[in-house]
């Protein structure tokens, strides 16, 4: 009996444990650009926090309304603003990852089912050690 109970409270240690060491990676701010009629496409922006002691490395993301997510970055090479597709991003311990217009943004494409303002549907991120991270992203003209 004495045995049994100690091996409950190793079990439930090791839980605790291994819920503590997963790192804390928040997102705020998330919202989606509202499409415009007759568009398929549009983007999404949040603010990605590293709270964890180490660097993480975002890879992907995925959505409840768009098949297709992808990570771009616009530039402004010679006068002429340009979208280029990024396949990773790091961010070192504490630091803050701002997607924002004219910046980084998530390219949302192939729409599952209509959105529109106000909605609020989840993005989860994709961190390179198989981390997800969900965030409630608002459909909105803008920042939030
Ligand atoms: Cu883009």
Redesign the pocket.
């Known amino acids: 009996m004495k045995a049994s109970a100690s091996l409950i409270i190793a079990l439930v240690s090791t839980g605790l444990l291994a819920s503590c060491t997963k790192p804390a990676v928040t997102i705020d701010n998330a919202w989606i650009r509202t499409p415009p009629p007759g568009m398929s496409m549009t983007?999404a922006y949040l603010t990605l926090h590293n709270k964890t002691a180490e660097t993480i490395t975002l890879v992907g993301a995925t959505s409840e309304a768009f098949e297709q997510v992808?990570i771009?970055e616009?530039r402004v090479v010679d006068g002429i603003s340009e979208?280029i597709r990024l396949r990773s991003l790091s961010i070192a311990a504490g630091e803050r990852l701002v997607f924002q217009p004219g910046g980084l943004?998530l390219?949302m494409t192939k729409p599952k089912q209509a959105v529109a303002r106000g909605d609020n549907t989840t993005i989860t991120l994709q961190l390179a050690d198989q981390t997800r991270v969900p965030a409630s992203a608002v459909v909105s003209d803008q920042a939030p």
């Open positions: 983007a992808t771009h616009s979208m943004h390219m």
